[in-house]
């Protein structure tokens, strides 16, 4: 039954010299008009956030901390006191050093009187040459004694300043830990303080980059904390070598922070200009080729036909 259904469908198919030839396929071709247009080269490099300024705050005296006055995390402004030391002994040694430049000043007169009179009896006579000059030394010991008593005066002075910690600028106490009652060392750290009203970020930039930026540009970022948000800043700083080891030059952005939208440590994104709009040709991805290593395109050129 099998060899009887192969002969029968061998006897029926048709002979392939009599069908109809295939008709050809015609290749489907799409071309793109070329034409330049505006182009802004730009490049977008992520980093982290940091303080405009961060500096750390140490006693610069010993005493006993009678006055704290702020909290860690705080806010605080710009020469607000963070810290009161008992200020018992330093006021000891500004009334002693005014004693002292009390007396130096009595001395003085006294000694400039005594060389004005030894003056005159020399003029006539009447002093010998060693009165006058043990006047005129008694008179530059008592300049001395007024130099040395002022200076240890403005020293207790500034110890006295120094009882109390105010701070530098305006920001935020990241690290405070002082007590009332806590007895501080000179050279103790007290605090850590971060100005936030402006926060920069760091970015590196090739050779070819640096380049083409220009000073003072103004920089987009982009923060994850806060999507959908657009932040503006500016270049306000540009080295001028490149880092040994990454072989790039870095940048230094900075952003207005005054609403305090964003804290240091948030990770940003920051989009650069580099350098003047200008008009570029530019092809589809897809219309380029590859093979070989190497990248080319078609061009379609009329051939006065069609």
Known sequence: AGVAAGLLLRATAPDPEALPPAAAQVPVLETY?????????????????????????FAETAGRVTQVGADEFDGVSADQVLVRMDPLLAKVAVNRAEAAVARAQSLGLLARAQLKRNQGLAEVNVSSRAALDEAENSARQARAARLESDAALAEARDWVNKTVISAPFGGILRDFSVEAGEYLRPGERVAELLDVNAL???????????????????????????????????????????????????????????????????????????????????????????????????????????
């Open 33 to 57: 008009r070329l034409e330049a247009l505006p182009f802004q080269p730009r490049t977008s490099i992520t980093g982290l956030l940091e303080a405009r300024r961060e500096v750390e705050i």
């Open 200 to 306: 920069r970020i760091r970015i590196a930039l090739t050779d070819r980059q640096i380049v083409a930026l220009v000073p003072g540009v103004e920089a987009e970022l982009q923060v994850d904390a806060r999507p959908g948000e657009l932040f503006r800043g500016r270049v306000v700083a540009v080295s001028g070598s490149a880092d040994a080891r990454s072989r790039k030059f870095p940048v230094l952005v900075e952003i207005d922070n005054s609403e305090k939208r964003l804290m240091p440590g948030m990770v940003a994104r920051v989009t650069l200009n580099l350098g003047d709009r200008r008009s570029l040709m530019a092809l589809p991805l897809d219309a380029v080729l590859a093979e070989f290593g190497l990248s080319y395109a078609f061009v379609v050129v009329s051939d006065g036909e069609g």
